[in-house]
């Protein structure tokens, strides 16, 4: 079974860092583009940050500059870099990836979410 699982998630003031985590595990023998998403209450999931496997990047314009998206293929992890954090950073945040492996004896392809981790910013 193949599964992502984030960490790095909780409480911090406005202007604090957190480093959220998202490693993969199971069959996985590689993954394709990976990105984080964010939901807040009452609101759409969104895109944050995203990163090919090649190291391409592409941000949402509310997090351009603050946050940086960037993963090691050989632990099969993606991290989220937050600076400058502000209360509407707030959400849960979601590690999505593209992920090939292998399913007894067949090769696979599917396009896994984690379950989540929350980021609350207060004063």
């Known amino acids: 079974q193949v599964q992502l699982v984030e960490s790095g998630g909780g409480l911090v003031q406005p202007g604090g860092s957190l480093r959220l985590s998202c490693a993969g595990s199971g069959n996985i023998f590689s993954i394709n583009d990976m990105g984080w998403y964010r939901q807040a209450p009452g609101k759409e999931r969104e895109l944050v940050a995203a990163?090919?496997?090649?190291?391409?990047?592409n941000y949402a314009d509310s997090v351009k500059g603050r946050f940086t998206i960037f993963r090691d293929n050989a632990k099969i992890t993606v991290y989220l870099q937050m600076n400058s954090l502000k209360p509407e950073d707030t959400a849960v945040y979601y590690c999505?990836?593209?992920?090939?492996?292998?399913?007894?004896?067949?090769?696979?392809?599917?396009?896994?979410w984690g379950q989540g981790t929350q980021v609350t910013v207060f004063s």
């Open positions: 999505n990836a593209d992920v090939n492996y292998r399913d007894r004896m067949y090769a696979r392809n599917d396009r896994v």
């Open positions: 990163i090919t496997s090649d190291g391409r990047t």
